[in-house]
C-alpha cells in the first residue's frame, strides 16, 4: 500500500499516448511542434495587445488572459509528455502530479469561466454599444479577472488535497498521460463515492453557471442581429462572435464529456482523446481561430510586421 501522505520521493507511472514503436519518434516531434505553435501564437496576441493602442479594449484584455491561460495549460502538460517520450521514464513523484493535477484543473476552470466573461463581453458591445465602456470599465474588467483566477484556484486546491488525502494501493500507474481526478481515484483503496460526488457538483456549477451566462449573452446577440435591416450588417456583427462561439462550443463540449459522468464509465483510450483535444489542440488553435476573421487583430500584426522591417533597414 502507498500511503497517504507522500513525499516528493514516492513516485506514480503515467502512460505514454500510444505503445506502437513508430508512434514513439513521431509523436513527439508533433506535440513539440504543436507546443511551440501554442507558444508563439498566444505570445504574439499578448504582444500586439499590448503594443497598438487600437486593441487596448476588454475584448482583448480577457482574449490576453486567454493566450496566457493556454500558454500555462499546454506547458503544464506537454513537456512532460514529450520527456516521457524522449526518455522513457514515465514515473513522476507524488508532489509533481499534485502539482500537475492543480495547475491543469485550475487553468481549465479559469478558462470555462473567463469564455463566459468573453461572451457577456460581446453580448454588452452587441446589445447595449453606448454604455459599453460604462459597464465593462477598465475597473470591471479586473475585478472579473481576479474573481476567474480566484474562483479556479480555490477550487482546484480543493480537489487537489482531497485527491492526494487518499490512499493508492491498487497500482502505481494512472491510466493516462496527465494527473487528472478519475484516474488516480480508480488507484485508491477506499470508496472515493463521495469525492466522486463532489467533483461532479462542482464542475456543474462551474460549467452550469458558464453555460447559462453565455447562453443568456448569446440569446440577446442573436436576437439584436436579427433586428438589423442590412445583410453586411448582420454579417459583421456576427463576425465579431461566431470564432467565440465556435471555442465555447468545443470547450464545453469536452469538459462535459471529461468530468460529467460516473467514474465506473471511465474509458482511458476515450478520456486520453479528449484530453488532448482541450489541453494541446484547443489551446493551438484559439490564436488562429480569434485572428482569422478579425480585422483589428490582422491590422495590428501587419502594423508590426511594417514596423520591424522599417527597423531593419535602417
Not at 477506499?190 to 458558464?210: G, K, M, Q, R
Amino acid at each position: 500500500m502507498v500511503p497517504n501522505n507522500q513525499t516528493g520521493g514516492a513516485y506514480l507511472l503515467l502512460m505514454v499516448f500510444s505503445d506502437f514503436p513508430w508512434m514513439k519518434i513521431a509523436l513527439p516531434v508533433i506535440f513539440l511542434t504543436m507546443y511551440l505553435v501554442t507558444i508563439v501564437g498566444n505570445l504574439l496576441l499578448i504582444l500586439l495587445r499590448r503594443i497598438d493602442p487600437r486593441l487596448h479594449t476588454p475584448m482583448y484584455f480577457f482574449l490576453s488572459h486567454l493566450s496566457f491561460i493556454d500558454i500555462c495549460f499546454t506547458t503544464t502538460i506537454v513537456p512532460k509528455m514529450v520527456s516521457n517520450y524522449l526518455t522513457g521514464d514515465k514515473s513522476i513523484s507524488f508532489l509533481a502530479c499534485a502539482a500537475q493535477m492543480f495547475f491543469s484543473l485550475a487553468l481549465g476552470a479559469s478558462e470555462c469561466i473567463l469564455l463566459a466573461i468573453m461572451a457577456y463581453d460581446r453580448h454588452v458591445a452587441i446589445c447595449q454599444p453606448l454604455r459599453y465602456h460604462v459597464i465593462m470599465s477598465t475597473k470591471t474588467c479586473i475585478v472579473l479577472a481576479a474573481s476567474c483566477w480566484t474562483c479556479s484556484t480555490v477550487n482546484s486546491m480543493f480537489h487537489t488535497v482531497f485527491t492526494f488525502l487518499w490512499s493508492f494501493c491498487k497500482s502505481k500507474e494512472i491510466k493516462h498521460f496527465v494527473c487528472e481526478i478519475q484516474p488516480l481515484l480508480r488507484l485508491s483503496c477506499a470508496d472515493t463515492h463521495i469525492h466522486e460526488i463532489l467533483v461532479f457538483a462542482t464542475v456543474v456549477i462551474n460549467v452550469l453557471c458558464s453555460f447559462l451566462l453565455t447562453l443568456f449573452s448569446y440569446v440577446h446577440i442573436i436576437s439584436t442581429i436579427l433586428k438589423i435591416n442590412s445583410s453586411e450588417g448582420k454579417s459583421k456583427v456576427f463576425s465579431t462572435c461566431s470564432s467565440h462561439l465556435f471555442v465555447v462550443i468545443i470547450f464545453y463540449g469536452t469538459i462535459v464529456s471529461i468530468y460529467l459522468r460516473p467514474i465506473s464509465s471511465y474509458t482511458p483510450e476515450r478520456d486520453r482523446v479528449i484530453t488532448l483535444l482541450y489541453t494541446v489542440v484547443i489551446p493551438m488553435c484559439n490564436p488562429m481561430i480569434y485572428s482569422m476573421r478579425n480585422k483589428e487583430v490582422k491590422g495590428a500584426m501587419k502594423k508590426a510586421m511594417e514596423k520591424t522591417c522599417h527597423t531593419l533597414r535602417m
